[in-house]
Each structure stands twice: as structure tokens, then as C-alpha cells.
């Protein structure tokens, strides 16, 4: 399949590559843009937007709980999620908070106090009604990585609402960008547990890898694949496709070259990075895939080299 779509003109200079493509992964990493992208919407202007008691709305499109989801929090906890309150509301988030009761006896007092849900995402709503545990998790999870990062939050900078464009993708309302990547600048405040439940949800409902796909079906997902931000990789790292040979270095084999077989056109990502996409504009798919895996490479080199530095400091300590 070619991963070039209809809208993009084909670059002489731009090498055809044979490419392998997992159904799952690409169909997965689609997916997760998808619902990132839905999750940053702001809030109908024709809707009424909800309030917690604590005084916040969302930033971003939310759902009304039809029942309310309560659960208890210790004391300390209960003071936490006072001070994030704001954050959580960013994220579509908005609960009420009962603290725990005081009195002069231990049997008039309890250490617990109360946390009432009355709005959440639409992508987990309903999971987290189902499973509340999953929004304990996400919720705990969040408040204490903040309260390690921010040292307390009580002077915590809070970033641009997550519904809010920066002003160099400012646009008019309904309208959108080129890319319709702006969710890239918007996710950077996301609790991560909405996130991993995002990636979750889009794995599950993804092409699975023995379903059949016509032709059709397979040039649709690849022209959406090419649109994502991250074609490469699936929601959670993993490749969602590997170039397998150049094909026009396979062409410009003669028949009298016995010994140059299928493999002599062969991808390396050192020879697409180094070699492709000469030409001005938009870069092929070929360059962007090599700079990728170069990347890549380097990742693991650093985590590789920070592994060997920790071991020579346990051999020096010991």
C-alpha cells in the first residue's frame, strides 16, 4: 500500500518503499487521536455548564452524572483534592467535597471525609460509573504526583485551560488547522490516568489482527493513519509499521545479478534518514519514518547509558 494520500503530490525524489503495516496498531493509534481530539472540545455554547460546589466549570465538553458517584477520602487526602480542585476541573472533572466530621468524643468524630462526583469526561464516564475503582486510581494517582511535583499546590502556576488555543492556533469558532493536531498542545496538563484509560479504550475497540479487510478498508485506514500525529506507533509505543525493501532499488536489479535477490533493497532507517526527502516541502514518508527510528535509538541509548551509570554507583557503594 502506498502511504502517501490523494491530497499530497508524490515526490519524484521520494524513494517507494514496500511498507508492513500492523492493522491493529495503526487502527489503535487512529483511534487514541480520535478521542484525545473529541476530549479537548470545549463546552457547548448552547448547553448550561455545570458548577461544583466549589465554584468551577469545565474547560472542556463534560457529562452530567445521572446518579452521583461518592466516595470516602481520609483528612488529609480531603485537603488535597481541595487545592487541585481547579485542575481537575480543566479536565472535564467537578466533584463536591464534605470534610470529615469533628466533634469531642471519637464517637462524634470520623477521620474520612467525602467526595461526590457530579461530572465527568465522556470518554471514561461510563467506565468509571461501572468501575470506580478505575476513578479512585486516576484521581489519587494525580493528586499525589502534583502534590510531589508542586511541593504542596498551594502556589501552584496553572497552565492555559485545556479548551483555551494558544494564540498561534487561535482560530474562528467551529473552524480548525491544518493538522487538526491541537490537542498535542493541549494535553500537556492531562491526568495521566485519563489517558491510559483512553489508550485502553482505543486498543479494545481497534481492528483486531485476524479481522479481514478488503481493499477498500485497508486505503481508508492507511489515509487516516497518514493524518495522526504519531503514525509510527500505536497508543501505547508499540510499531504500527515496518518498511520491508525499497522497491525501486529491487527494480534496478538486472536478471544477470544472480546473487542480489528479494532482500538487496532491503530498509535500513540510517539509509531513509540520510538519504530521502531531499527535495523543499512536506517530508515523505520514507525521511519521516528513518528520523523516527533515529530517534528512537537515541532514546534507548540514553536509558541504556543512565542503566550502566546506576550500576557503576552500586559497584562503588558496594
Same mark, same amino acid.
Given at each position: /500500500?502506498? /502511504? *502517501?494520500?490523494?491530497?499530497?503530490?508524490?515526490n519524484?525524489?521520494?524513494?517507494?518503499?514496500?511498507?508492513l503495516?500492523d492493522?491493529?496498531?495503526?487502527?489503535?493509534?487512529? &483511534?487514541?487521536?480520535?478521542?484525545?481530539?473529541?476530549?479537548?472540545?470545549?463546552?457547548?455554547?448552547?448547553?448550561?455548564?455545570?458548577? =461544583?460546589?466549589?465554584?468551577?466549570?469545565?474547560a472542556?465538553?463534560?457529562?452530567?452524572?445521572?446518579?452521583?458517584? +461518592?466516595?470516602?477520602?481520609?483528612?488529609? !487526602?480531603?485537603?488535597?483534592?481541595?487545592?487541585?480542585?481547579?485542575?481537575?476541573?480543566?479536565?472535564?472533572?467537578?466533584?463536591?467535597?464534605?470534610?470529615?466530621?469533628?466533634g469531642?468524643?471519637?464517637?462524634? =468524630?470520623?477521620?474520612?471525609?467525602?467526595? +461526590?462526583?457530579?461530572?465527568?469526561?465522556?470518554?471514561?464516564?461510563?467506565?468509571?460509573?461501572l468501575?470506580?475503582?478505575?476513578?479512585?486510581?486516576?484521581?489519587?494517582? !494525580?493528586?499525589?504526583?502534583r502534590?510531589?511535583?508542586?511541593g504542596?499546590?498551594?502556589?501552584?502556576?496553572?497552565?492555559?485551560r485545556?479548551?483555551?488555543?494558544?494564540?498561534?492556533?487561535?482560530?474562528?469558532?467551529?473552524? =480548525?488547522? $491544518?493538522?487538526?493536531?491541537?490537542?498535542?498542545?493541549?494535553?500537556?496538563?492531562?491526568?495521566?490516568?485519563?489517558?491510559? /484509560?483512553?489508550?485502553?479504550r482505543?486498543c479494545?475497540?481497534?481492528?483486531?489482527?485476524?479481522d479481514?479487510?478488503?481493499? #477498500?478498508?485497508?486505503? +481508508?485506514?492507511?489515509?487516516?493513519?497518514?493524518?495522526?500525529?504519531?503514525?509510527?506507533?500505536?497508543?501505547?509505543?508499540?510499531?504500527?509499521?515496518?518498511?520491508?525493501? #525499497?522497491?525501486?532499488?529491487?527494480?534496478?536489479?538486472?536478471?544477470d $545479478?544472480?546473487?542480489?535477490?528479494?532482500?538487496?533493497? &532491503?530498509?535500513?532507517?540510517?539509509g531513509?534518514?540520510?538519504?530521502?526527502?531531499?527535495?523543499?516541502? &512536506?517530508?515523505?514518508?520514507?525521511e519521516?519514518w528513518?528520523?523516527?527510528?533515529e530517534? *528512537?535509538?537515541?532514546?534507548?541509548?540514553?536509558? /541504556?547509558?543512565?542503566?550502566?551509570?546506576?550500576?557503576?554507583?552500586?559497584?562503588?557503594?558496594g
Amino acid at each position: /500500500m502506498c /502511504m *502517501e494520500c490523494d491530497t499530497v503530490p508524490l515526490n519524484e525524489n521520494e524513494p517507494s518503499v514496500l511498507v508492513l503495516i500492523d492493522q491493529h496498531a495503526a487502527d489503535e493509534r487512529v &483511534r487514541v487521536e480520535a478521542l484525545l481530539h473529541d476530549l479537548c472540545q470545549p463546552p457547548s455554547a448552547s448547553s448550561n455548564i455545570p458548577r =461544583s460546589s466549589l465554584g468551577y466549570t469545565s474547560a472542556i465538553a463534560t457529562t452530567l452524572l445521572a446518579k452521583l458517584i +461518592t466516595i470516602q477520602i481520609p483528612a488529609g !487526602e480531603h485537603e488535597l483534592f481541595k487545592i487541585h480542585a481547579a485542575h481537575f476541573a480543566d479536565w472535564g472533572i467537578l466533584y463536591d467535597l464534605i470534610a470529615p466530621r469533628t466533634g469531642r468524643s471519637l464517637v462524634e =468524630s470520623s477521620g474520612m471525609g467525602k467526595m +461526590t462526583f457530579r461530572a465527568l469526561p465522556p470518554a471514561i464516564a461510563e467506565r468509571c460509573r461501572l468501575d470506580v475503582k478505575q476513578l479512585v486510581e486516576l484521581m489519587r494517582g !494525580e493528586v499525589w504526583k502534583r502534590e510531589e511535583v508542586g511541593g504542596g499546590g498551594k502556589r501552584e502556576v496553572r497552565l492555559p485551560r485545556p479548551a483555551s488555543q494558544p494564540e498561534a492556533l487561535k482560530t474562528s469558532p467551529g473552524a =480548525s488547522t $491544518d493538522d487538526g493536531h491541537n490537542w498535542l498542545h493541549r494535553t500537556s496538563t492531562c491526568p495521566q490516568g485519563i489517558i491510559d /484509560m483512553l489508550n485502553s479504550r482505543s486498543c479494545r475497540s481497534a481492528i483486531m489482527f485476524n479481522d479481514e479487510l478488503n481493499i #477498500d478498508e485497508c486505503k +481508508t485506514l492507511v489515509q487516516k493513519l497518514s493524518r495522526c500525529a504519531f503514525p509510527f506507533q500505536c497508543a501505547h509505543g508499540r510499531p504500527s509499521m515496518v518498511p520491508l525493501v #525499497d522497491l525501486s532499488t529491487v527494480r534496478d536489479c538486472s536478471s544477470d $545479478d544472480e546473487d542480489l535477490g528479494f532482500g538487496a533493497g &532491503r530498509v535500513s532507517a540510517v539509509g531513509l534518514a540520510a538519504g530521502a526527502g531531499q527535495g523543499q516541502g &512536506r517530508r515523505g514518508f520514507a525521511e519521516a519514518w528513518g528520523r523516527w527510528m533515529e530517534q *528512537e535509538k537515541e532514546k534507548e541509548g540514553v536509558v /541504556m547509558e543512565n542503566d550502566d551509570d546506576d550500576d557503576k554507583v552500586s559497584e562503588e557503594a558496594g
